[in-house]
C-alpha cells in the first residue's frame, strides 16, 4: 500500500511539474520594454499605446529609462502635430540628457524633411 501511495504521489509531482504555466498577458510596459521588437501604428494600437498613455509612460520618472525611451519612440511612430510637440518639450525640458537626445534623434527619424 505504502509503495502505490508513493507511486501515486510521484506521478501527481511529475504531472504538476510538467503542466504548462498559464500564458502571462502581455502588457502595455511589456511592449515598450522589450528589446527588437519594433514599434509600429498596429503595435501600439494592440496594447492601447495611444498619445496620452505614451506620455504617461514618458512622463513617469519611476520607469526605467529604456521604457520611457520607447515611449518617445511610440510618439514619433503616432506621427501628429501634438505627438511632435510634446517630442519637442522632451527635447528642451526633460531631466534626463539620455532622454533630450533621443528627443532630437526621434524628431530626425519622424519629422525630417529631406
Do not use: C
Amino acid at each position: 500500500m505504502r509503495a502505490a501511495l508513493s507511486t501515486l504521489l510521484s506521478v501527481l509531482l511529475l504531472g504538476l511539474a510538467a503542466a504548462p504555466a498559464p500564458a502571462a498577458k502581455l502588457t502595455a510596459k511589456h511592449l515598450l520594454a522589450a528589446v527588437d521588437v519594433p514599434l509600429s501604428p498596429a503595435l501600439l494600437e494592440r496594447y492601447g499605446l495611444d498619445q496620452p498613455a505614451l506620455e504617461r509612460f514618458l512622463d513617469d520618472g519611476k520607469q526605467r529609462r529604456y521604457v520611457r525611451l520607447r515611449a518617445l519612440n511610440g510618439l514619433g511612430v503616432l506621427g501628429t502635430h501634438s505627438a511632435r510637440d510634446r517630442v519637442i518639450e522632451a527635447l528642451r525640458s526633460d531631466a534626463d540628457e539620455v532622454v533630450r537626445a533621443e528627443a532630437a534623434v526621434v524628431l530626425a527619424r519622424a519629422w525630417a524633411q529631406f
